[in-house]
DNA sequence: GTGAAAGCGCTAACAA
DNA sequence: TTGTTAGCGCTTTCAC
């Protein structure tokens, strides 16, 4: 069904029909009603290329999938964030454009989305400090929010982002205030902005109690089971090895837990574990169960708030930056049982 | 840059300019390295929603996410299938359209795929037995290939899925062989096709040494960290605990290796895990080590084999249904050291 | 309040 | 081998 032919079954012009299904205020009220409702009993919806191609908009977002050539890992909130994200489209009419590429080609598909006219906006994931896709898509004039923060120039673009640094302050914390003194850190890779704010709150958390930070209790690296597993085995068979670990992904956490269970009757006592991950969130329930509650999930959210600023910023281009700094909720979870050590 | 300004610069028509870049064979071979040269210089890259509009096609494949209004949970193999899938796709020139709606609105996004000729083929996720969307996609006449199996009647359509009953029988037997005896199966919802076959693979290893399958050993439900979790210590709990679980998807994993640890001490012996999720793999090194290799993916294998199944579909619609059978890896993780129970 | 016609940027008959 | 011309299905001036 055409536009055409669905103007010839009400005996209208395509303008009129047209104007009619677009809100138009000139279309007579009777008018329009008997064309929705024909449209509708005809299943009509407008071809989105020959629409799109009449009005310079594509009424889709670009999101870029960067598959990096070392590591092969798809960042692992994601999933999460476009699910929040696509909530806002999908009622917005908008669709989503994944285009996935090799790290190295990713300037080249923010080019092709402008020369190609195929997206109306971006949103930028995963920002190093300095990124320089901000300066492209300026560049560019291409509309985008970015997930994250890109170093410390944050009035200079438009972004959503998660409190790390007061988190992880707050996890250290309340790891302290257990008692624990040799509290172990494993991190993302450190040219990621947000992996630099954590160890910046993990740090600030140790010398206010004038613990010193020790190198050797940190880790930064990929985010996998692997990862945590090599990593917290060889922390835990030093001499005096760390009492609590704070992790930076569920992944990771995974790779730990193991590392634990392995290493638990050698140690003889149990180690807490906490879990710092946007992308799942815990809450205790009355049986003393954590939950795994999705719909709480701080990156889905992020992907809410990213994709109607997005919205709003395509709609008026002109608008100055704005930005949105979200507190997480802290995530809890023992390894062995509750394992707080007391002074 | 758009054709027509190209066409001037060269002092030749859009017919010809088009052409010498569409690859078309009757265009002089100096002619068309000029128009390539000079359409590199300027970065010309065709206004994707003209094209479609003059060709018919939109060079993209659609995805519904349907998010569940139970659960709002996202599949978890969702990234790891669009990595292996837009591989495909983007060296063929094609982007993934998203619709992310929820699942009640699913057959409508379909729908809307068609009358608004947004792409050339869709991708059908996590099927059902006897799955509604297989003949609406026919009735629709949108070319599709299923990830997975929609019960039965697999000659109806073309799919790609994994040997899941073989899988399982496979991991049943490799613990069967390690000497346990009470296996403990956490699988997913039995709607979905994929976990029914799961079942039928643990029962025939079992059955085929005469062991009866014991339903309070076996759980159907959400794949998350608290079923995994709630299952688990509830099997633990009981007079005799089994002694391994077999698991369907990473997230209960780690829900069932905190059941472990927590009831560790009182059980007073180690717990076998073998997980059994696509999402992963594990292979020993030389440390005995297992290694996450995301390279090795059975999905993202499954989604270059779905992308290029349906690129070839779409070329040429009209040839009969294909399929293939992936064999998946084995997966063993040990949750507290290797605790194989012999005899 | 409605319609005719031009045009968005491209491709593909048909001509030359 | 190249060019002319007519669409693809929609929106949007401009005229009525």
Redesign the pocket.
Known sequence: M???ELAKIL??????V??A??GY????EA?RKRVMEVALAHN?K??TR??G???GRSMAIGHVIPLSTQHEMVNPVFADFIAGAGEIYSSNGYDILLSVVADVDEENAYRKFRSSRSVDGVIVHGPHADDPRIDLLKSLEIPFVVHGRAGENEDRYSWVDVNNRHSFLRATEFLLDLGHRKIALLNGLESMDFARRRREGYEAALLARDIKPNPISMVSGEMTEEQGYRNAKRMLAESTPPTAFLVSSMNMTIGVRRAIGEAGKTLGRDVSVVIHDDDISYLKNGDDIPIFTAARSPVRQAGRLCAEMLLEIIADPDQSSRNILLESELMVGMSTGPAPIKG
């Open positions: 055409k536009l055409k005996d209208l012009s395509q303008t009129t047209s104007r299904l677009n205020p000139e279309v007579r008018t009509y407008p071809d020959a629409k191609l009449a009005t």
